[in-house]
């Protein structure tokens, strides 16, 4: 199963912002979601909007700014932080992250080290529905009480094809790939009361 990551990248030079991107785009086994913040003035306004998993920053790019102050401000408190280090920096200032990533590294060092930091959250008992939009959650609801693609999209308002894409991208995250696999999801993380689709289970047995 893929991991799920919004990560915030704040970085002022497009070279290096671009190569950092084009890193993470590449890593097998995350499906990453990547914030661009090229200037120290949007960067709590991101935070507090997006509240991302992760912030990738060049210590030097804060300047006088302290991450604890920058999580406070943004309501980010359990954001993991990554230090992007291409330059000399003082060891004391590395301390505030919760991990290192050097120009040098490879692509394999940096998807251990984002691993790494996502199992910490997962750890941490990050609900498994947070993968899904309000929409897809919707969708799922609809899927396991049996409707078709076509009532689906009559329920909600939108096109047969808008459905089919919101069910490819709910297969994908959740890597669950069958009505009854999506039923059995849908009562664990408790979006539905097994008495709301029990005709539906009956009716699948009985078909």
């Known amino acids: 199963m893929s991991v799920h990551l919004k990560i915030a990248v704040a970085e002022p030079s497009v070279i290096i912002r671009s190569g950092i991107l084009s890193v993470l785009k590449r890593l097998s086994a995350l499906n990453i979601q990547v914030l661009e913040i090229i200037e120290i003035t949007q960067l709590s306004a991101v935070l507090s909007r997006q509240k991302p998993d992760i912030l990738m920053v060049n210590p030097a790019f804060l300047g006088l700014f302290s991450l604890q102050k920058i999580k406070a401000e943004s309501d980010c408190r359990n954001m993991k932080c990554i230090a992007l280090q291409y ?5 004391s200032a590395l301390k505030a992250y919760d991990e290192t990533i050097s120009i040098y590294d490879t692509s394999d060092q940096i998807k251990d080290k984002l691993l790494s930091l996502s199992k910490e959250d997962s750890d941490g008992g990050i609900p498994a529905t947070d993968m899904l939009s309000p929409r897809e959650k919707e969708i799922v609801i609809c899927v396991v009480k049996g409707m078709t693609n076509k009532q689906i999209a009559e329920k909600l ?20 790939h069958s009505p009854a696999g999506l039923t059995i999801y849908a009562i664990v993380n408790k979006l539905v009361e097994l008495n709301d689709i029990k005709d539906t289970i009956i009716t699948d047995s009985v078909e």
Do not use: G, M
């Open 87 to 91: 330059s000399l920096t003082d060891i």
């Open 157 to 176: 308002f939108l096109s047969t094809y808008t459905v089919i894409t919101h069910r490819r991208n709910i297969a994908n995250k959740l890597q669950i």
